[in-house]
């Protein structure tokens, strides 16, 4: 896994722990569990950091607030991040449980995309933030100029996001149901804008599901109105 990121661990343990996820049940010697989480937290901070400066960097004088936040969201999603996953073959080298392997983990791209994040939080703890830029920059090149030029898909959870704010209005993504096993869990949620259901997603992680419900929306070109009119 070193040679395939570029990068060698000064404490290969941080590496390990990236790569284990929760099903894998791996605890140290008192008892606690180690997994990738707490790594996840550090990397999804620090990407958003790494690509935020990035973009700020690249994107016209006039480019404003909005339109920053709406660019990071394309580079750091789900999509992007699994498909930095792909390309490291990340899925092979993930610790995880006979039951989440049985069902296809390894090529989840939910998986794959909290490792890549674990695998960033790693890196910047062992090496520190310009070891770590480097690899992000490195990794998101071509996300990062596709998304400049804009050949990204649209991320449909901001774009809903941002159409419900012009018009004044709230909008909150419901869960209405799990199903299946902890290690393969299905997700079903539904939007709420201003208290009123609209469409539904289905997905094998929250995001995924709201992602759906949200693309929906857009795609069935569901009118907003103002606070003056209905729905």
């Not at 690899?135 to 804009?150: A, C, H, P, Q, R």
């Not at 869960?175 to 539904?190: C, E, I, Q, R, S």
């Amino acid at each position: 896994m070193e040679k395939i990121l570029g990068y060698k661990f000064n404490n290969p343990k941080l590496l390990e722990e990236a790569l284990t996820h929760s099903s894998f049940g791996l605890t140290d010697e008192d008892g606690v569990r180690i997994d990738s989480e707490k790594l996840e937290f550090i990397g999804d901070a620090f990407l958003d950091a790494i690509i935020g400066v990035e973009i700020y960097n690249r994107m016209p004088k006039e480019a404003k607030e909005g339109d920053l936040t709406k660019m990071r969201a394309q580079i750091v999603c789900e999509k992007s991040l699994a498909s930095v996953g792909k390309t490291l073959d990340i899925g092979s080298y993930l610790k995880m449980g006979l039951g989440e392997e049985k069902t296809g983990g390894r090529e989840k791209e939910s998986l794959m995309a909290d490792a890549v994040e674990a695998v960033i939080g790693a890196m910047y703890i062992d090496g520190g933030y310009e070891k770590t830029k480097a690899f992000v920059l490195d990794k998101f090149s071509e996300t990062i100029d596709d998304s400049l030029m804009g050949r990204l898909i649209v991320d449909y959870k901001t774009e809903l996001q941002e159409r419900v704010q012009r018009a004044g209005k709230t909008i909150k993504y419901v869960l209405d149901n799990t199903d299946g096993p902890d290690h393969d869990k299905t997700f079903y949620v539904h939007i709420e804008i201003d208290e009123k259901p609209y469409t539904q997603g289905i997905g094998k992680s929250k995001k995924e599901a709201q992602q759906q419900a949200a693309q929906a929306f857009v795609e069935q070109c569901i009118e907003i109105e103002d606070n003056d009119s209905e729905l």
